[in-house]
């Protein structure tokens, strides 16, 4: 354990002295980190137990005897420190990927950061039963690995462990940062520069599409692709032929 220590410890030097990153926004991202690995908090308007481990961001090992009622929560999860909700009761919505409105329930998965500050704010969870199973909307910049359990009769706990995030951490000591959290030198995240990197890619490949659409027909894949982008873009003529381009 010393060893590990010391290894550590002379990483971080050569990190420092070799002008890496500055001392404050290494220390501001390795205690971010760190953040980001327990989930624990106390709850109202919960009823139940719920257990559930993460693969992907998929719940599998799922044991779910809950009720939510517009449930909420105040602790330190999934990196934000202060109130979030965690469900809601039966409603009909448009929910990815769904892709349909039908009635479903919002189990105590959920999760949406209550005034995030901007670190936090695409870490948005959303599990839901549905007939037939589970699914899940997950918008953080990266799979969740982990385990979390619930109690509760109106009040109650939370506590849970995301094991990606430890790796995060023990990488972030020598620089590495596979879950793009951290803060760089120009005052941007990482997970910003990869959303940038995903929208000039996507809008390359629907260029690419208009003007092969001339010479071949696409596939089904490659038109709900176009349409996709151009709801996101506001291209009106492509989100407008969405009804009937898909047939």
């Not at 010391?6 to 991202?29: G, K, M, P, Q």
């Not at 137990?49 to 809950?66: H, K, R």
């Not at 109650?156 to 030198?185: P, Q």
Request: proline share 2%.
């Amino acid at each position: 354990m010393t060893s590990i220590i010391r290894l550590l410890t002379f990483l971080h030097l050569i990190l420092i002295s070799s002008n890496c990153v500055s001392a404050d926004r290494y220390f501001h991202n390795r205690g971010n980190d760190l953040k980001d690995i327990i989930n624990i908090g106390f709850e109202k308007r919960n009823y139940g137990i719920t257990f559930g481990i993460f693969v992907e961001s998929y719940p599998i090992g799922l044991f779910n005897a809950s009720y939510t009622d517009y449930g909420e929560g105040r602790g330190l999860r999934y990196g934000h420190l202060g109130k979030y909700k965690i469900g809601g009761t039966k409603i009909k919505q448009n929910l990815p990927p769904l892709g349909s409105s039908i009635p479903f329930r919002f189990d105590a998965f959920y999760h949406v950061p209550i005034n995030p500050d901007f670190r936090n704010s695409n870490r948005v969870y959303k599990s839901y039963f549905v007939k037939g199973g589970t699914n899940f909307l997950n918008t953080f910049s990266k799979n969740i690995y982990g385990f979390e359990v619930s109690i509760a009769i109106h009040y109650g706990i939370r506590f849970g462990i995301n094991f990606n995030e430890i790796a995060d951490f023990i990488l972030g000591i020598s620089g590495i940062d596979f879950m793009d959290d951290d803060l760089t030198e120009d005052g941007d995240y990482n997970w910003q520069k990869r959303e940038v990197e995903k929208r000039i890619e996507n809008l390359m490949r629907f260029a690419n599409l208009l003007i092969i659409q001339n010479d071949r027909l696409l596939s089904r894949e490659e038109k709900i692709f176009m349409i996709d982008v151009g709801k996101k873009f506001d291209i009106e003529e492509i989100a407008l032929d969405e009804k009937t381009c898909l047939y």
